[in-house]
């Protein structure tokens, strides 16, 4: 029996290093083990869900049978320690770190500049070095030295389901196509191995030699001992992994019968999803039995083993559809496949099981992507019940009550077409078969809106020449509270049908009708008129092609949908990839600049192989102290409330919980306060009342951050509302009861002109439009996060991922009541800010300083992603009205706005909001322009600085205001921008502090260049040509500029240089990614290198920029706004100067007596002779090189499908002025980067809340930002070096911010298409003319692009086809083809 059995312990290796345990929790899961246990920090959490591939690790399994090892790559988040019994586990730094030499994976991502914070570079590395592993197994012929067997699409998709938020993906998918063997090395962008036209022998050669791995080798032997079963107690828990299914049985009548908590687990990556509260006492491995993970094939089907991985499921069918007779159930299979391998990403399909993903299915109603595909294909399932077992139909299994725990599904059966055929009566009946799926990531990695398959058997029919449906079988995911279903009635009504226009009409009828998701769901009708939209999709081309002719549709041709169909032609669509190709080779053009040596260089990133080895120490990998604590937030949940009691529940109270900290622990003299800037305070914990959703109202402390987390999110707060006024919700109920921000004068923007005068000039106006603008999150990779560690004498020490070090420093010392002197922050690097990490990590690291000093113990937290969206504010939502008045030409005479910013209960920074929005909108001449800007108090989150905050909408506004304009007057986008582009002149009346010199003014030839570079009128013709010819597919061209007003603002800086001769830099602002420390240490070789003496050249190697510590750099001030490179650059500047002015006399007198002199010998001498060789200094920005303008231009060109309203992203060329660049590589960074998160914000992340304030999508199941499958496909990027600019750092400009504004052309770009979609609508009704007035939401997701689409589109043109046929007759309808 069971029990009888010997505990066994746990034995892996990490690295090569050997581990065994013989006391986890089961629960455990890999990344817990690695983060907490391991020296190995490489793999981070970034969203604990399965959905980011941050903590991806490589899992080496040995085959004795075999003698062969498996290597897959999976979420440590999700996968369970005990379930690696026996494996091996490589982590990035394991594949290579500064000890033993890095991988060249590690050199070419530094190589490439691909690594920004950082965050996401080791589990990217991990997943390329996965892929790199597999390809060398396969038996393709040994690429050329330095290569790997992988493919170049192979080679992108390894990082599919890798998210960073940093870089734009581009650099990334560069480094994996760099391994590929059949790369084309032109295809390769901007890097630091070579320069544009060195020849391909060059290249290579230049490229971190790639050496394939020998598994096998790399395999540590004392793990090829080890058995595989395993059976773990540890206390009353216990995990069991039994091998066969007599074990199984046993297993689960003993627990079942004894009530102990069992849970059955394969990978347990439905954790994902489920964030299981429950606690179990008794795990049940299913993959030891080998029954459920054999596949068998016979002429019957297909029967895979319920424990079977997709990986492996998909490799099956694949290899069953390689066979070279080409039939229709090969057809299906490979269908099937192309579809599966869109469930997830790589690395969860590697180890999620077929089984765990319909049990989900059929328990929960997941909405199951293999359901819905073998619901089509009408699979069988094996369920063992007791030691009963039976075969069910996949539907009859789906409709079942949820599978009780005795049950176990052992295996899934895809019958074989080739019986049912033989069946048919009529000989030349085929099996049509077909899946689709409608999701924001093309490649997966995202939940469909809405998956379909089709199996339909049809044959043609003698007569007519038509095609008869003999059966059908249509399944969709309907999702809410129902499983799968089959559309039954859709498919009687057309079984024996002959296909005609009409019967398809009643079909996509039919089918709107019954697929309505149930609750729960959103988007009920976008996704009814996907259903509608597919069965379109599917039989439209078969019908007989002479009914939809090119005279029907006034002057389009046909689409593919609608050309002659043959019956034979859908076995030539088995092996089309469906999968729009990755990316095709970007331009990137920058001007290295040579006179500031070795500023101006493309030097690689500091740091960055250190990255991406997964070496470099984020906050959360510091190793705790020990007798550290972990904190979790209680949050309030209500807008408006008085808290009356926080209660935990008792069972985790005993078990780790130490405290619950709250405003009734701020010390005597001290402050409730979380935050501040220079607008006012926000308190650290709600006092009586909490005012907004998301606002903390205690800090649990506790043993683990999951205990924490657990306890914190089982609190039960009782709130009571009596003789509270209703919160306010809405920036129309701040407007009604008055509840604004105050900002101050010096930011409330001026009116420019005489707007009474400008309108009366305008021959036409608009009205009182109005728009909309919602919010966006940071989506860093790194949430939130600090560590407290109490010091001596009532003084602390913060470790803290900030943005802002110094503000942060005296919050502290005022909550604690102690004095600053007695505060440090220490903050080496953020992993990822966009702002997000300024006002917001204020408090953050206050509750730990203040728990840490009231329990004088460490204190620490790493929040968890769903506080984080919940807590972080983001974006500022706004409505505008605006009146306009233009001329016939397009000319804007004056332009009035109201805006009303909705900020949330605290200020933090939103009084900034009216300057930044009108700064950015002024980037067009209004002629007049007035502005009326209320900034709102509601109770909501407080917004807070998000990359481009105001400037981001004000330039989106201005555009939009554009487009209407040109729309009103049925004129042409692009000609109303260019005639309200700045002159000079009025330049200057608009930036009255900040236009510059005439020669600064860039704008207006960026905008012809980039005309000419990418190709833009033609190209507006040929998108011309595309919407002519093309019915179900819309193509949208624009061209935007941006004028942006930058700040820089007193930064402090200090260089010191060692007696060998080695330099430490120190500055106030923080490395967030965006290579402030690669600047910093430029300019510092710039300028010691004043000092001319030999040996100089090497400098920049000896010098290393250091972490911020807030008592050595006491100014700091915010790292923000772009600029704080610059500012940090010019600070060390001037202290270099003060170190060369004293060195200097010193070389001078030396040379007589000791010859020529190197670097090392001056520094040793100066230290003889007690030179100080520290300096520092306090970069104060004259009043008149404070502000300044950039400018940039992007020109995007989309394709809306609208029959789904999936927008591609085709093509981006951006032409950006960074005045000389202090270095190019990290600015190209930045520009893409920017623009990448700008088109998350106008066309892909919803971040919406509830009527009350709380966020709605809270992780990565409902966030998506871009994917390497949701950027342009084609990204070329231009710096424009625009020569010297007098009052600029070294002539340079920022890159930070401006260019994310550049991404609104994506938007503009999809308006154009949507517009064409619309008037190509009116014309199906008979009606003419463009339809202009539709405000295009952002984002601009699929559900809003194909509303704007039409919903019923599909309907609407069956319908005018039959209207048509019943006015003239089919006989008139048809018009010849040319
Ligand atoms: C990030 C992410 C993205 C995803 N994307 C998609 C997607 O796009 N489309 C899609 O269809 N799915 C998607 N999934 C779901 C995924 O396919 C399932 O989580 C996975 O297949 C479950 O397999 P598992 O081996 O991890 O099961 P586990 O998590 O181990 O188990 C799942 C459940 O089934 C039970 N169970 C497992 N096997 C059996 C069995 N043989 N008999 C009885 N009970 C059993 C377990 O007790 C548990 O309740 C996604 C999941 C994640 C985490
Ligand atoms: S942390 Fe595991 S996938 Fe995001
Ligand atoms: S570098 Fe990818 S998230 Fe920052």
Redesign the pocket.
Known sequence: MEQQKTPTSLVFGVNGERFELSHVHPSTTLLEFLRTHTRFKSVKLGCG???CGACVVLISKYDPVLDQVEDFTASSC?TLLCSIHGCSITTSEGIGNTKEGFHPIHERFAGFHASQCGFCTPGMCVSLFGTLTNAEKTNRPEPPAGFSKVTVNEAEKAIAGNLCRCTGYRPIADVCKSFAANVDMEDLGFNSFWRKGDSKDFKVRRLPQYVPNKTNNRFPMFLKEIKHDVFLASGKCSWHRPISLIELQNLLKLHNSNGTRI???????????YKNKEVYDNYID?RGVSE?SKIRKDQTGIEIG??VT?SKAIEALKEESRSDFISDYVMMLEKITDHMS????GF?RN???????L??AQ?NN?????AVVLLAVDAMVHIMTGTQFEWLTLEEFLEKPP?GLE????SIKIPSLKLNQSQSSEPRSRFLFETYRASPRPL?????YLNAAFLVKVSPCKDSGGTVVDTCRLSFGVYGSKHAITAKKVEEFLAGKLLSVSILYDAVNLITASIVPKDNSSKTAYRSSLAAGFIFQFFNPLLKTAVITNGYFNGHTNHPFVEDFELKDNQKQVHHDKVPTLLSSGKQLLEAGCEYHPVGEPIIKSGAALQASGEAVFVDDIPSPSNCLHGAYIYSTKPLARVRSIKLTSELQLDGVRDIISSKDIPNGGENIGSKTIFGIEPLFAEEIARCVGERLAFVVADTQKVADMAANSAVVDYDTENLEPPILSVEDAVERSSFFEVPPFLYPKHVGDISKGMSEADHKIVSAQMKLGSQYYFYMETQTALAIPDEDNCITVYSSNQCPEYTHSIIARCLGIPENSVRVITRRVGGGFGGKSVKAMPVATSCALAAQKLQRPVRIYLNRKTDMIMAGGRHPMKITYSVGFRNDGKITALELQILVDAGIYVDISAVMPHNIVSALKKYDWGALAVDIKVCRTNRPSRSAMRGPGEVQGSFIAEAIIENVAATLSMDVDSVRSINLHTYKSLQSFYEYSHGEPCEYTLPSIWSKLAVSSNYDQRTKMVQEFNRINIWKKRGISRVPVVFQLMQRPTPGKVSIFSDGSVVVEVGGIEVGQGLWTKVKQMAAYALGAIQCDGIGGLLDKIRVIQSDSVSMIQGGFTAGSTTSESSCEAVRLSCNILVERLKPLKENLPQEMGSINWETLILQAYMQAVDLSASSFYVPSMNSMSYLNYGAAVSEVEVDILNGETRFLQTDILYDCGQSLNPAVDLGQIEGAFVQGLGFFMLEEYETNVDGLVLQDG?WNYKIPTIDTIPIQFNVQILNSGHHQQRVLSSKASGEPPLLLAASIHCATRAAVREARKQLLSWSNQDGADSAFELGVPATMPVVKQLCGLDNPVIVLQSITDSFSLAGTHKVQVDQK
Do not use: C, H, R
């Open positions: 869900e399965g959905g999700l849970k059955i687990v394969v990978s347990n990556t439905s954790m994902g999803y299913l459920l319920a424990t997709i869109k469930i997830g990403s969860l180890t999620a099981s077929v089984g765990g993903n049990v989900l328990k997941f909405p199951s992507d293999i599978l049950s176990v599904l052992l997966g990695n995202a939940l469909p990565t």
